[in-house]
């Protein structure tokens, strides 16, 4: 474990020197950071939210602790955080509830993309029961140790977390009943690679069903370029229309995008970074809080698909 971070941390130290401005967090040059930086970057910023929520503290995954509060508030009721640890509800960083879409039935396997701190993995696990079984897939060292602690605390037996990509899913095809994921697909330089992943590895008739931030409109370059709202998961979103034709290439059938919340500049504050706003006009502004959207995002493998 000392080895695989000691490598993370050489990683993300090697990006931040090579690609981002000292002392911000907007990307250098004017283009879109590459896929290895998003990479390093979103494991900078999610290992620091599980050190956060470890510590009893509320994880964020941007900097300055404010950016995605607005996103990620106010999503559990209080009947569903009941006997969940305090640690993984700090750890929380979705954008809506999966569980509100994914109806789990008893003995069923679900797999969580991108699990952080363990929440829905173990609200999964709760409804699958024992007889079902929920995973949890992570690439951050400091989120699988924060989310198996959470699992403990739970009691939550039928309950395993992999580490691994969300690109490259370390279970056999046809294994998986629901895949939920809670805001972190598009955190991925490559989301028809992570969608293809989740129709290989589900079980024909099995169910896609996740929370997800979604672009109405396309983003202005400047949002694009910024590594803090990649990391906030807005810079990263695509086009409603571009995720359903991702689905539908991937092998998906009957893919629907509901919006989930919808944010303004009065609602949202804080959601865009400073060195963002101050390169847009007000109706720049305006336009980029009026683009993205929390979605929910449902689809199905067909029966007859192998």
Request: net charge negative; with cysteine; charged share 20%.
């Amino acid at each position: 474990m000392d080895e695989e971070r000691k490598s993370t941390q050489a990683e993300v130290n090697s990006a931040k020197n090579a690609s981002c401005c000292s002392g911000t967090s907007s990307c250098c040059g004017s283009g879109e950071p590459g896929s290895a930086t998003i990479k390093l970057a979103v494991k900078q910023r999610y290992a620091s939210a599980a050190v956060a929520a470890s510590g009893k503290q509320k994880a964020s995954c941007c900097d300055g602790g404010s950016l995605k509060d607005a996103i990620t508030s106010n999503i559990y009721t209080e009947l569903e955080a009941e006997g969940i640890p305090d640690e993984a509800l700090l750890a929380s960083l979705g954008c809506a509830n999966p569980h509100a879409l994914a109806v789990l039935m008893p003995g069923e396997v679900v797999l969580d993309l991108g699990s952080g701190g363990g929440i829905d993995v173990l609200l999964s696990a709760k409804r699958v029961g024992p007889t079902g079984k929920a995973y949890g897939l992570d690439m951050t060292d400091e989120m699988l140790e924060l989310a198996r602690s959470n699992q403990a605390k739970a009691g939550a037996t039928n309950v395993e977390f992999l580490k691994g990509e969300i690109e490259n899913v370390p279970l056999p095809d046809n294994s998986i009943d629901v895949i939920i994921s809670n805001c972190v697909i598009n955190l991925s330089p490559d989301k028809a690679q992570v969608l293809r992943e989740a129709c290989r590895v589900l079980k024909p008739g099995g169910r896609f069903a996740v929370a997800d931030v979604v672009l109405e409109n396309p983003l202005t370059d400047i949002a694009k370029r910024n590594l803090s709202m990649w990391c906030s998961c807005i810079s990263g979103a695509i086009v409603k229309a571009d995720y359903l034709d991702m689905l539908a290439a991937s092998g998906f059938a009957d893919a629907q995008v509901t919006v989930a919340r919808r944010y303004t500049s009065e609602n949202a504050d804080g959601l865009v970074p400073a060195e963002v706003i101050v390169e847009l006009s007000s109706e720049e502004l305006t336009q980029l809080m009026s683009s993205f959207i929390s979605a929910f995002v449902t689809a199905k493998k067909p029966i007859s698909q192998k």
